[in-house]
């Protein structure tokens, strides 16, 4: 794991890619979770026996699902040190440009994008780009926005 000493640290990054994360495999259970806690059963992503009849060959994870596994990836990669808090601020572009199938295996690589001066602290871009092991493309690609607040 990547640590960043500061906010002077963080803006001598800027262009970097900070590091990947390990995988995660969605498991049909993962998505069924996610379905739960979201209240989205859409059939794409339950129901086994009908999705197996699309292109997909199958179930894929809800775009969210992958977007939320952010968090954990970005903490498996990169923490923030000498710094007195950071936190989510939210998201800037965010897009899926492929599935998720049922069974992948997803990673994250993160790339510090930006940091930009706000009152008291700084705002950093990390892109996060999604994964699936032998994908062609990225499954999602996210502007994510954080703030870290001197010390």
């Given at each position: 794991m990547l640590t960043i000493n500061g906010i002077a640290d963080l803006k001598a990054r800027v262009g970097e890619e900070l590091g990947v994360s390990g995988c995660y495999e969605v498991t049909q259970e993962r998505i069924d979770a996610f379905a739960d806690a979201?209240?989205?059963h859409q059939w794409i992503h339950v129901d086994p026996e009908r999705a197996r009849e699309t292109p997909f060959g199958g179930t894929i994870a809800h775009g969210l699902l992958t977007l939320s596994l952010g968090p954990r990836f970005g903490s498996e990669i990169f923490t923030i040190a000498n710094v007195a808090f950071a936190l989510n601020y939210?998201?800037?572009?965010?897009?899926?440009?492929?599935?998720v199938p049922v069974g992948s295996l997803l990673r994250m690589r993160a790339t510090l994008t930006a940091v930009d001066d706000v009152a008291?602290?700084?705002?950093l871009t990390v892109?996060?780009?999604f994964e699936v092991e032998g994908g062609?493309?990225?499954v999602c690609v996210a502007e994510s926005l954080l703030r870290a607040y001197g010390s």
């Open positions: 979201s209240g989205d939210g998201f800037g572009k965010v897009r899926f440009p492929a599935p008291g602290g700084v705002q892109t996060q780009t062609e493309k990225p």
